[in-house]
């Protein structure tokens, strides 16, 4: 038999239990005892583990401004639909795939960056993908389906399948091709492999589109007064509107890349604007006016070259020569403080 000390109890399993957890005092145990054991309770240590870090587009993708879209894209991620291969450079934002299905050719975009106030403002459901990240499956037509890979911070990556031809392919296909495309995407961000471009000196690449124009000059134009700059995650491009949302009338600045566009001396003019030559461009269409102006600047590889792109779109009743005297307004401003 045991022995026991006189007037010593024995204690329920459940407190001493609660006692190796911190709770009973040390001497409930030695009630009745002589000993009392000197020392302090050494707690159990918590046994919970420290939440993740949020899946950022910042933390994801590192510096924005230079991320390379066509290292989060390859054509072999589309190969089961038929021959892919990357198409010319159009911008520092998004790259360019081009697919053949069916004999049809579709352009397969992937890599702008968007930010939004709330998910509600994205066309279509939203679902869990892996790690945090989520997926926006936005509503689409017949002639293009989009996905959105959505960060913690609400910048969207955007995925988009475009039918530009006269030939019919199925909505569904278009949504399938989108699906695995921004799957691929959201895998390789968070694998790490985000690769980033090393921009030339006096490139366009590192200056932040919105610092280029003022909220002041911008309220000068047609129905922008109050307007306040609307910055995109890289930086490479700014809006301006009245209530915030891409609706007319709006102001929008762009760095980007591509061929200079050519005056045809019809709706495109060669123009000086600011000591730059400069191409004006205007449109009509059943909704709005629309005008913009496009300066070159320095070369960017495979023969292209770094752009200025400044637009203004007004509500319809303007005319095409109202958004072009507010573009020249605009792109004055803007020239003056492209690198020189």
């Given at each position: 038999?045991?022995?026991?000390?006189?007037g010593?109890?024995?204690?329920?399993?459940?407190?001493?239990?609660?006692?190796?957890?911190?709770?009973?005092?040390?001497?409930?145990?030695?009630?009745?005892?002589?000993?009392?054991?000197?020392?302090?309770?050494?707690?159990?240590?918590?046994?919970?583990?420290?939440?993740?870090?949020?899946?950022?587009?910042?933390?994801?993708?590192?510096d924005?401004?230079?991320?390379?879209?066509?290292g989060?894209?390859?054509?072999?991620?589309?190969?089961?639909?038929?021959?892919?291969s990357?198409?010319?450079?159009?911008?520092?934002?998004?790259?360019?795939?081009?697919?053949?299905?069916?004999?049809?050719?579709?352009?397969?975009?992937?890599?702008?960056?968007?930010?939004?106030?709330?998910?509600?403002?994205?066309?279509?459901?939203?679902?869990?993908?892996?790690?945090g990240?989520?997926?926006?499956?936005?509503?689409?037509?017949?002639?293009?389906?989009?996905?959105?890979?959505?960060?913690?911070?609400?910048?969207?990556?955007?995925?988009?399948?475009n039918?530009?031809?006269?030939?019919?392919v199925?909505?569904?296909?278009?949504?399938e091709?989108?699906?695995?495309?921004?799957?691929?995407?959201?895998?390789?961000?968070?694998?790490?492999?985000?690769?980033?471009?090393?921009?030339?000196?006096?490139?366009?690449?590192?200056?932040?589109?919105c610092?280029?124009?003022?909220?002041?000059?911008?309220?000068?134009?047609?129905?922008?007064?109050?307007?306040?700059?609307?910055?995109?995650?890289?930086g490479?491009?700014?809006?301006?509107?009245?209530?915030?949302?891409?609706?007319?009338?709006?102001?929008?600045?762009?760095?980007?890349?591509?061929?200079?566009?050519?005056?045809?001396?019809?709706?495109?003019?060669?123009?000086?604007?600011?000591?730059?030559?400069?191409?004006?461009?205007?449109?009509?269409?059943?909704?709005?006016?629309?005008?913009?102006?496009?300066?070159?600047?320095?070369?960017?590889?495979?023969?292209?070259?770094?752009?200025?792109?400044?637009?203004?779109?007004?509500?319809?009743?303007?005319?095409?020569?109202?958004?072009c005297?507010?573009?020249?307004?605009?792109?004055?401003?803007?020239?003056?403080?492209?690198?020189?």
């Amino acid at each position: 038999m045991r022995k026991r000390c006189r007037g010593t109890r024995i204690l329920p399993y459940a407190a001493v239990m609660a006692r190796a957890l911190g709770v009973v005092p040390l001497l409930a145990l030695l009630v009745g005892c002589g000993t009392v054991v000197a020392g302090n309770a050494v707690p159990v240590p918590n046994p919970t583990f420290p939440e993740p870090p949020a899946p950022t587009a910042e933390r994801l993708l590192r510096d924005l401004e230079s991320v390379d879209p066509c290292g989060q894209v390859e054509p072999a991620d589309v190969a089961a639909f038929g021959e892919a291969s990357v198409g010319p450079v159009e911008s520092f934002d998004y790259c360019l795939i081009k697919l053949t299905a069916g004999g049809v050719v579709l352009d397969v975009t992937a890599g702008g960056l968007d930010r939004v106030a709330h998910e509600a403002v994205l066309d279509g459901p939203v679902v869990p993908y892996r790690q945090g990240l989520r997926i926006a499956e936005i509503t689409g037509g017949s002639v293009q389906c989009q996905r959105g890979l959505v960060f913690a911070d609400l910048v969207v990556l955007n995925v988009s399948v475009n039918n530009n031809s006269s030939d019919d392919v199925d909505a569904a296909r278009l949504c399938e091709v989108a699906d695995v495309v921004v799957r691929a995407v959201a895998d390789r961000v968070l694998a790490g492999e985000v690769e980033h471009r090393q921009f030339a000196a006096k490139s366009l690449g590192p200056v932040h589109a919105c610092r280029g124009l003022s909220d002041a000059t911008v309220a000068r134009l047609p129905g922008l007064a109050g307007a306040k700059a609307w910055p995109y995650p890289a930086g490479h491009q700014c809006r301006w509107s009245a209530d915030g949302t891409t609706t007319p009338p709006r102001v929008r600045v762009l760095h980007s890349v591509g061929t200079p566009t050519e005056p045809n001396g019809g709706n495109s003019k060669a123009e000086d604007i600011a000591g730059r030559p400069t191409v004006v461009s205007g449109l009509d269409t059943s909704s709005y006016v629309l005008c913009g102006a496009e300066t070159t600047h320095i070369p960017f590889d495979g023969g292209l070259r770094e752009l200025a792109l400044v637009t203004v779109a007004l509500p319809t009743g303007a005319t095409v020569e109202d958004a072009c005297a507010a573009v020249r307004i605009v792109a004055a401003e803007v020239w003056a403080g492209l690198p020189r």
